[in-house]
DNA sequence: GTTCGTATGTGATGTTATTACATTAGTCAA
DNA sequence: TTGACTAATGTAATAACATCACATACGAAC
């Protein structure tokens, strides 16, 4: 994987719309948005966001089945960390922040425990500040 | 709240069968489960599941869409910390922690942003031990 | 140009969760 | 006892999220 990943029409497609939004989006807003740009099936969203899993550009909000563009794409410094999420219940912006302390205390807790990870989730949801004292 | 919650019958019911399952139920499975008890529609798994969930009897687990009876229902321990889980992608098997140095990490986290936090969801997906040696 | 892997198109289906509305049962006060 | 209120329940319909199955198109390697 380089630098700047090489995407599809579809995969750009839904990156850009990932990209434009100022927070999350399920897959069928999506869809949605990108019917005027040909698309007609779940599946042609789903495929893409798959890629752009793997590819590490985009997330994947559990705990509200929605994606977000990763948002430091530049940034390296979390890839071999857990990143984790808070969620604005009211406004629903995201913010994304990795810390060493906790991806060192989970993975004392799975090597501790025999326990092979493949994907940790770190999901807070609440109300961020602005909302907080609005 | 009781040590022992009063529970209704269709709450009783959810509890018992998450209580007799080994690992974590979807909804619908409940609901399948419990046919020959009565229960015909899946508002009447979710409406006990929501007062279980309250309870704090049950966990959710937001990355598989199931629920779960909570390993430590006598111990207070974590009722002020948050509850981390491991889920083995292979049996299915979840192990049930909670860790002070995370909760005051995140804690750290959303004093130090203005984040109002309601629920924090901790989930590591992966391969346990008995899988991954077998 | 054939073969093969990847991407795409499309319809149907499967799974998870909620809305809306009706009914039942218990509590409490007048 | 009645009426008013609240919590719990029953039921149908629908919404929201995700995948399966199969067909077609496109590009690179040989």
Same mark, same amino acid.
């Given at each position: ?8 029409? /579809? ?18 807003? #999506? ?26 550009? #985009? ?51 799975? /090597?501790? /425990? ?7 989730? #770190?999901? #807070? ?10």
């Amino acid at each position: 994987m380089t630098a700047t990943q090489e995407l599809t029409k /579809n995969q750009s497609l839904v990156f850009d719309a990932l990209t434009r939004a100022d927070g999350p989006l399920s897959a069928y807003t #999506i869809l949605d948005q990108l019917r005027d740009n040909g698309f007609r099936a779940p599946l042609q969203v789903y495929r893409a966001l798959d890629k752009l899993l793997d590819y590490g550009m #985009i997330h994947r909000l559990e705990s509200i089945n929605a994606f977000v563009a990763c948002a430091h794409p530049h940034d390296h410094s979390h890839s071999h960390g857990m990143t984790a999420f808070a969620i604005c219940e009211k406004c629903g912006q995201v913010s994304e922040f990795s810390d060493d302390v906790i991806t060192a205390r989970v993975r004392e807790w799975t /090597n501790g /425990n025999g326990f092979k990870p493949s994907k940790t989730t #770190i999901e #807070i949801r609440g109300v961020c500040a602005s909302c907080g004292t609005a």
